[in-house]
């Protein structure tokens, strides 16, 4: 592969600055407006996208993100890595102590919030395929599969955000929520996993039984074997090495090999990703200080330039389908709903506050965002359907909190 000229590096260059910028300013509108920098994020890529820009003025819009260029495929590489480092610090969000901790309640409220929304949204696509763009018979099955996983997947960064803003993180209802998010996080992305196989976009060396087996085994060890190992070279690295410089080099460093080694056996790289930084923040001594580096580092350099990068590669207008989005939406609401709520209630929480639970564990956020995109890289699904996942997102995202919110001051007027 030859260089990039001159051309192409101040071409990246601007690409790089006008995404951050533009996400940036988008991100404190939609703070001023209550809502998760994401939205704002997003809505700035779809202003400098095909959707806007491009409609205003497709010469702009060509000049700026031209097609098949070497600054796009440089930028597409960061916008990969953006990725993987985003499963990293969602897995660095979940705490396998509370999951314990919770046992039983934890166990109904995530089974039965798994199980209902995958079922829902597996039978229908399966069904009927042809409403959802997905006509080739040998895609019904790996098809069903993940838009069952998408309606089963949760996102922990979007419900830690909202219970923390209700004072309801520490909280006994919290503590089940979050950890029944983890839950559904751990298996949604092992069954997201076994999906890509099924479609043959994995290893074509190893077969899909070897991959499963791989995959498990790598989540099994590094969640046991290697948390402890972690553990005991952490206290050396941060006592030996310069800190934070030290910690962040390192858990970057093991992120990117996990992330490496899941690509190699079959899984997507964000499977490794989001392993390694189960196994790294559950540690003690990674701090909580050392988190809030990664997060801040990740959140405000990365994170804007994947979530603005949506907006560059699909038309939202042209691809907008009323109809897929308000019945994916529907499934969406009734599957998480339904399903956490009757589970929260089985570990012996009131109707009203089972039904504030449902509607935290309902927001898909950045997870259901980065699925959706790497189903459409592997032709898994059309553009239709993914604007429909990234509005679903989006709109479980805005509205998991005022509801919780209402429901709960109902809840304290009624008691």
Known sequence: MGKLGEMDVMLLLIQLGIMLLAGRLMAEAARKLHQPAVVGELLAGILLGPTVLGLISPEWFHSLFPHDSNSGIVLSGIVQM??????????????????????RQAIYTSTLGLIIPFALGFVFPYYWPGFFGSEAESMRLPFGLFL????????????????????LFKSRMGMLVISSAMIND?????IFSVILGLIGKGNQHLSLMNTALLTIGFTALMLTLGRGMLNRVLPWVNKKLAWPGGVLSLSLAL??????????????????????????????????RAKEIVHQFINNIFAPLFFVSIGLRVNFLANFDPWLTLFILLIAYAGKIIGSGLGTRLGGFSWRESLAAAFGMNARGAMEIILGLVALENALIGERVFVSLVIMALLTSISSGPAMKWILRKEKSAG
Do not use: K, Y
């Open 82 to 103: 953006a990725v993987v480092m985003l499963l990293f610090i969602a897995g660095l969000e979940v705490d396998l102590h509370i999951v314990w901790q919770q046992g």
């Open 148 to 167: 069952g996983t998408s309606m089963a997947i949760t996102a922990l960064p979007v419900i830690a955000r909202v219970l923390m803003d209700l004072g």
């Open 186 to 190: 751990v298996v949604g992305w092992l």
């Open 255 to 288: 992120c990117f090999l996990a992330s490496a080694f899941t690509e190699f056996i079959g899984i997507h790289a964000i499977f490794g990703a989001f392993i390694i930084g189960i196994a790294l923040g559950d540690s003690e001594h990674f701090s909580e």
